[in-house]
């Protein structure tokens, strides 16, 4: 029996790529986890997969940047399981490759609105539902860009360090409620969402070949690799472990 048998768990973004890998594996180790996403229809087939196999899930359409729609989720994983015990962080979006002074605010401010205030809007409903329980553990899903620079990727880079922060900060103010809070730093991951970035790369650039000759391990990484590492956090096998952001990112970078 894993250690997560009888935990509650919220997945955000679980409609695809690494959150639906992370919902399925959280409820293949036994927990029941509530599948939200901003795309219903995506939601709704992580949900029937889970069920599926067995496992015990329920789906909420969530936009993390909405701070209502983010409460009504928490409340709902509440009100049907009888508490939250973990949760994982990880909806988020892509921005167009260019540089600052090429970006205009209202760009800059879309990205950081729903990486990092959305984020922030998680966390801030969940952490109250964790803390009447007696504890819990919220893992948060910024990016290899949360450590270090991306050319040309300015509001998801500066986002994604205020996720690693958020973390850190979280981590230090909720060890007295029992809370762990980590982060986990993807390299470029093969997901629906990195194909689509992919497709969009300016003609002549493959950029899947470009992030495999720029990683030691020389290949992408797959949704369930990062995954796992989400689902160790989450469980009580990480039980003297917060603050920390893990990368999962196939060695980092080449010089
Ligand atoms: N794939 C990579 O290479 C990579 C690398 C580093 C970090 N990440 C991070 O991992 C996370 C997941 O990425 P992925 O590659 O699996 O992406 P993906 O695009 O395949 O999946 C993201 C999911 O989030 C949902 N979503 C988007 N905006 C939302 C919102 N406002 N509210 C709720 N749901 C929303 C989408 O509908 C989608 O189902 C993101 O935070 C991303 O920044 C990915």
Redesign the pocket.
């Known amino acids: 029996m894993s250690n997560l048998t009888g935990k509650i768990g919220l997945v955000?973004?679980?409609?695809?790529?690494?959150?639906r890998a992370t919902a399925i594996e959280l409820a293949r180790q036994g927990a029941t986890v509530t599948v939200?996403?901003?795309?219903e229809r995506?939601a709704i087939e992580t949900t029937e997969m889970i069920r599926t196999e067995g496992g015990e899930a329920l789906t909420a359409t969530?936009?993390?940047?909405d701070e209502h729609s983010v409460r009504t989720a928490v409340e709902r994983t509440v009100e049907t399981y009888g508490g939250l015990d973990f949760a994982v962080n990880?909806?988020?979006?892509?921005s167009h490759h260019r540089q600052l002074d090429r970006m205009t605010l209202d760009e800059f401010e879309r990205v950081v609105q729903?990486?990092l205030s959305?984020t922030f809007l998680c966390m801030k409903h969940e952490l109250p539902a964790m803390r009447s329980r007696g504890g819990g553990a919220i893992v948060n899903?910024?990016?290899?860009?949360g450590l270090c620079a991306i050319p040309t990727a300015p509001a998801y880079v500066a986002a994604?360090h205020g996720v690693v922060g958020l973390t850190k900060v979280a981590a230090v103010d909720y060890a007295p409620a029992g809370i762990r809070v980590n982060a986990v730093c993807?390299?470029?991951?093969r997901?629906?969402?990195?194909e689509?970035v992919a497709a969009t790369a300016s003609t002549g650039t493959d950029l899947t070949a470009m992030q495999e000759a720029a990683t030691p391990l020389g290949r992408l990484a797959t949704?369930e690799e990062?995954a796992a590492a989400a689902v160790w956090l989450c469980s009580d096998a990480a039980s003297y472990v917060t603050g920390i952001a893990m990368s999962v990112d196939g060695g980092g970078r080449r010089a």
């Not at 969530?62 to 940047?65: G, L, M, P, S």
């Not at 899903?141 to 860009?145: D, F, L, T």
């Not at 993807?186 to 991951?189: D, I, K, W, Y």
């Open positions: 955000t973004g679980a409609g695809s790529g690494i959150g939200t996403d901003i795309d995506t969530v936009d993390i940047a990880n909806a988020g979006m892509a729903v990486n959305g899903i910024a990016s290899a860009g994604k993807p390299g470029p991951t997901t629906p969402g990195f689509a949704p990062a």
